[in-house]
């Protein structure tokens, strides 16, 4: 220890001291520095990244790769329409059997994103093909006839004055319905002083009236004369 005093002087202790420093503060802000790349997935802590150490907006889609994002790494709910863009989830993004009734929100699809021709008929609307004026009550065609065979256009539809006609007697009617051939029809009489009016109608075809044209005949107390009649006529 003698030997040692004799060599220590205050440039020694001083030069020491330094040295000591430089390599300590040396390590140190070696320690502070990494190099490029030098931390992966290896040199991380499980659970050592989370949401509260990542900045807003850090991760963005440049910075994931393809199929990095799937289903198990999505929480429930996480994704909602207001995270989807617009036009953002195609047909072709959407796997087969993935959309299924429970989840499309009722009253969800209108008529405009439904392809007609997809649709079949209903079973009960077998008849609904001829139903052209199925939107309203009315029939097809009916009419208001005068005992001299005259048609009255404010109470008629789809018979036109042209297309009653006299018959070779009194008390017979020929129609033509344009448009369409009746496979029915019903006549009454219309309402006037005389008691015992009838009338009958037929849509096959007669001498007096060959098909495709309608006879009507009217009575008055059982003898065949000229009445007034209103005529409905079905397909």
């Known amino acids: 220890m003698r030997r040692l005093r004799r060599h220590l002087s205050y440039a020694n202790v001083t030069a020491t001291l330094a040295l000591l420093l430089a390599l300590g503060l ?10 490029p790349k030098s931390v992966g997935a290896r040199q991380l802590r499980p659970g050592a990244v989370t ?6 907006h850090a991760v963005t889609a440049p910075k994931l ?7 198990g790494k999505i929480a429930g709910g996480a994704v909602n329409g207001s995270k989807i863009a617009d036009g953002a989830v195609g047909s072709d ?8 009734p429970d989840k499309i929100p009722n009253d969800s699809i209108d008529g405009t994103k439904v392809a007609e021709s997809t649709l079949g008929q209903v079973p009960s609307a077998a008849h609904a093909d001829s139903a052209t004026v199925a939107e309203t009550a009315n ?4 009419a208001k006839v005068d005992q001299e065979g005259t048609v009255f256009p404010a109470y008629s539809k789809g018979i036109g004055i042209p297309d009653v006609k006299q018959g070779p007697s009194p008390g017979i009617y020929c129609l033509t319905v344009p448009g369409f051939q009746p496979r029915g029809a019903q006549a009454t009489p219309e309402f006037t002083a005389h008691s015992d009016v009838s009338v009958y109608v037929d849509v096959t075809g007669t001498e007096a009236c060959p098909f495709p044209r309608i006879e009507v005949q009217t009575f008055n107390a059982g003898s065949r004369q000229k009445e007034p009649f209103f005529i409905v006529l079905y397909r």
């Not at 993004?93 to 299924?100: D, L």
């Open 51 to 56: 949401a509260d150490k990542i900045r807003k």
């Open 139 to 142: 029939p097809e065609a009916f």
């Open 93 to 100: 993004k959407i796997a087969g059997g993935a959309v299924t």
């Open 26 to 35: 040396g390590s140190a802000y070696a320690a502070g520095q990494l190099a």
């Open 65 to 71: 790769e393809a199929l990095a994002v799937k289903q």
